[in-house]
């Protein structure tokens, strides 16, 4: 299984790219983390969110981070990553939004909507917490 972050924002060197760095070595699985450019959607939340929907390939799974959505234990998420893998889903994408968080679009499309908990965590933090 791949396992792909669409986010909004660029991550510069520093202490959350070292922690995305280090939990993403951790994995046995494939990572890609694409970068949805702030530049290119000119703070545009709507064209920030067709973006990150065009980056998402064809029969993924699509997770939305939103603070609106389901809060799961670990062992939960991991049980339903599981059985996405075991039912041959070969790309799970996991979108996080940028300052205005996703669009309703990105929502709309996505097939869960994953919380954090009830607080709103740095965009840059959240890829190493994925």
């Not at 545009?44 to 998402?56: D, F, K, Y």
């Not at 603070?67 to 889903?89: F, N, P, Q, V, Y």
């Not at 994408?93 to 740095?122: C, H, K, N």
């Amino acid at each position: 299984m791949r396992i792909r972050l669409i986010a909004a924002g660029r991550m510069r060197r520093g202490v959350e790219h070292d922690l995305y760095e280090h939990y993403r070595q951790r994995l046995r699985w494939e990572v890609e983390l694409r970068e949805i450019d702030d530049r290119k959607t000119g703070g545009s939340n709507e064209r920030e969110g067709e973006a990150i929907l065009a980056a998402v390939p064809d029969g993924s799974v699509l997770v939305a981070l939103d603070e609106r959505g389901r809060d799961m234990a670990s062992g939960a998420l991991a049980k339903k990553i599981g059985a996405w893998r075991d039912t041959g889903i070969s790309d799970l994408v996991f979108a996080i939004g940028g300052a205005e968080g996703l669009s309703d679009q990105v929502r709309q499309e996505a097939d869960l909507l994953l919380a954090f908990g009830s607080a709103t965590w740095p965009h840059l933090l959240v890829r190493g917490m994925l």
